[in-house]
């Protein structure tokens, strides 16, 4: 198998697996490839830099970490740790309500249930719904930790 990185006349680029280099050949004179992005069959080979790996020999072995070095349970940059604040943040403040999230926004909204920070997960038709009535939801970028009700 070759992978090419591909483009075609609107300059559109992309990558494909082909069995074999005359494979493409043959695939392209037939009218066979196309871009996959607008459909042109007027595709061309894109300048790529190729994979080469290291021979069995010349492979090091890997170095032990620095002392210095952060174990992989820490945010490996700021944005993770931005992340990490921000999800204690809400699990500290607020109420875990599961797969009842939905219910208990729309019943906050209209007034049936006291209003509270809360969070969990909702089905997308469900997130959507609400969002068009008016109740003020966002989505977290992470997925929430896993607790009974």
């Not at 591909?6 to 004179?29: G, I, N, P, T, V």
């Not at 952060?70 to 992340?83: D, F, G, I, R, V």
């Not at 926004?105 to 969070?119: F, K, L, Q, T």
Request: charged share 25%; aromatic share 6%; with cysteine.
């Amino acid at each position: 198998m070759i992978q090419y990185t591909l483009k075609c006349s609107q300059d559109h680029r992309f990558d494909s697996w082909f069995q074999s280099a005359e494979a493409f050949d043959k695939l392209k004179a037939a009218g066979m490839v196309t871009c996959a992005i607008c459909g042109d069959s007027s595709v061309e080979k894109a300048i790529m830099a190729p994979r080469v790996r290291p021979s069995r020999s010349a492979a090091k072995t890997p170095e032990a970490p620095a002392a210095n070095d952060k174990p992989l349970s820490q945010p490996a940059n700021p944005a993770e740790q931005a992340l990490s604040d921000m999800r204690k943040q809400v699990e500290e403040n607020s109420d875990y309500v599961g797969s009842n999230f939905a219910t208990e926004a729309r019943a906050m909204h209209v007034g049936d249930a006291p209003e509270r920070s809360i969070y969990g997960e909702a089905k997308p038709e469900e997130a959507k719904s609400l969002i068009e009535d008016g109740v003020p939801v966002v989505p977290l970028p992470f997925v929430p930790g896993r607790k009974s009700n």
